[in-house]
């Protein structure tokens, strides 16, 4: 199984909503990453977990919340967005941070809308 | 400073014409280098990677492309292009700086005609 599983495909919420993004691998990987990419954008690391601890976080807005509840599993919880926010929202493995030559395997990401 | 540069923001080829996506990259320390495929509204796919096992390295789909460390590039090539080609193409550098980062170039899009 190679395969990094994002739900949901599509998220509509108002700016007072609290949702969650949640992510799941099962390849055995000790990295796990949370990127937004806006439109005709490179994505933009927002969060990374190391051994389930969060090791980077890239200055990111406390609205956004990462957890980590095991290996496999990541969320990303969301409160208080603004429409700014809206983006699509990927999540990532790798075997390791900073294993060299190691790639990084995405998900098919979130589409977010705030309203 | 580590840095990875997408000479071209858009490429346009006609179907089964060669493909080529250049990138150039700076980087003080030995890079790891690869080029993700997305298509609209998914996520990133692994086209290939650079291991220095080899300066050419083949990938996915009839996708290759050649390290050239005295040029600092890792240009993407295919032979003949499929209208399933046509995608966001990001070239992607991982450095050690005390920590290992990950550096995206601009993207290229690349279109494809019938």
């Known amino acids: 199984d190679t395969e990094v599983t994002q739900t949901p495909k599509h998220l509509v919420m108002g700016m007072t909503n609290k949702k969650s993004l949640k992510c799941e691998q099962h390849?055995?990987?000790?990295?796990m990453y949370w990127y937004k990419q806006k439109a005709k954008k490179p994505p933009e690391l927002m969060f990374v977990?190391?051994?389930?601890?969060?090791?980077i976080n890239e200055s990111v807005p406390s609205r956004f919340s990462p957890e980590c509840p095991n290996s496999s599993l990541l969320n990303l919880h969301l409160h208080a967005l603004q429409p700014e926010d809206s983006a699509l929202y990927l999540c990532?493995?790798?075997?390791?941070?900073?294993?060299?030559?190691?790639?990084?395997?995405f998900g098919q990401g979130t589409r977010l809308t705030v309203v | 400073a580590q840095s990875v540069t997408q000479l071209d923001s858009h490429v346009s080829v006609s179907e089964g014409t060669p493909v080529l996506l250049r990138c150039n990259y700076s980087?003080?320390?030995?890079?790891?280098l690869f080029w993700y495929v997305q298509h609209p509204n998914k996520g990133l796919q692994l086209l290939l990677k650079?291991?220095?096992?080899?300066?050419l390295v083949k990938g996915i789909n009839g996708f290759e492309a050649e390290f050239k460390k005295s040029e600092t590039s890792f240009h993407l090539t295919k032979p003949s292009a499929h209208m399933s080609d046509a995608a966001e193409y990001f070239c992607?550098?991982?450095?050690?700086?005390?920590?290992?980062?990950?550096?995206f170039g601009a993207g290229t899009r690349l279109f494809v005609k019938a």
């Open positions: 990532a493995s790798s075997q390791g941070q900073g294993v060299k030559d190691t790639e990084a395997f």
């Open positions: 977990y190391s051994y389930e601890k969060l090791s």
């Open positions: 650079y291991t220095s096992a080899a300066t």
């Open positions: 390849m055995g990987h000790r990295a």
């Open positions: 992607v550098v991982s450095v050690y700086t005390g920590g290992f980062k990950t550096i």
């Open positions: 980087s003080s320390y030995s890079p790891s």
